[in-house]
């Protein structure tokens, strides 16, 4: 008689492969995280063209783009770069996120396995020349996607900092021929940056000017096609932050 499999639902680790998870469930911790924020105006066609029918843009169509390295976490340490759309959800403002990049396997599989954030493997850069922090995004490497720099001037006050939350589309495709996938979600998760403090109780947290340009265009990964129309904002800062569960806020299905 053939024996029986003993793995039970119950046992699965919180990621595939399910014996020998890729990463654990959340929450996830960050420590020295720095991360650059620019702010821009965009065509609005354009916007709401990558936004999922079950959300409302925002308007004036405001993206931002967030360069960052992350020194230690329990993904370990990271570069990330993150495109995202103020859209409204029931009356909500919060951010759309349609791509990602990282340079890290294990965030990008909790990220798509767990939030359903869309992530690639990229070359991610944040650098510091004299007064100037820049970001840079090149895929494959070489072909540079993404520069964005700014330049620190005016300290800002943590509750002049606040982020709207962060909606994913977790999408997972069908195994047979089917025209729809075997999963959509819109996925609610939130972040709270914790920043660091100076010994005059300043908070690292700042804004100055800055730009932000699509170098060359990649069908492959198509985020010049929100054009930059006027840079509205550039911030930077040193944060610490928990990531936990998301919420399930719309079945797409």
């Known amino acids: 008689m053939a024996r029986k499999g003993q793995l039970s639902l119950e046992q699965y680790g919180a990621t595939m492969p399910v014996v020998g998870e890729a990463v654990q469930k959340p929450p996830f911790y960050y420590r020295n995280m720095e991360m650059m924020f620019v702010i821009y105006r965009t065509d609005e066609d354009a916007a709401a063209a990558m936004l999922p029918d079950a959300l409302e843009l925002d308007e004036p169509a405001l993206v931002t783009i ?38 890290n396997e ?44 700014m330049r620190n001037v ?46 005059n109780g300043l908070a690292d947290i700042w804004t100055g000017p800055g730009s932000v340009h699509y170098d ?11 054009p930059v129309k006027e840079v509205a904002g550039c911030y930077s800062g040193r944060f610490d932050a928990v990531l936990g569960h998301g919420t399930i806020v719309k079945d797409l299905l």
């Open 66 to 103: 967030i360069v960052a390295y992350y020194g230690a976490s329990t993904f370990g340490p990271y570069h990330e770069a993150m495109l995202s759309i103020r859209a409204r959800l029931n009356g909500e403002v919060v951010s759309y996120y349609p791509a990602l990049f990282t340079d």
């Open 106 to 149: 294990a965030p990008l599989i909790g990220g798509r396995e767990i939030w359903g954030f869309a992530k690639k493997l990229a070359k991610i850069e944040l650098r510091h020349e004299s007064e100037v922090m820049m970001g840079l995004v090149e895929r494959p490497t070489g072909k540079r996607l993404l520069t964005a720099t």
């Open 154 to 199: 005016t300290p800002v006050t943590r509750e002049d900092f606040q982020l709207t939350p962060s909606i994913s589309l977790k999408m997972i495709p069908c195994a047979t021929d089917a025209k729809r996938p075997a999963l959509a979600q819109l996925i609610r998760s939130e972040l709270e940056l914790v920043p660091h403090v100076g010994s």
């Open 216 to 226: 060359s265009p990649s069908e492959i990964d198509p985020w010049y096609r929100l």
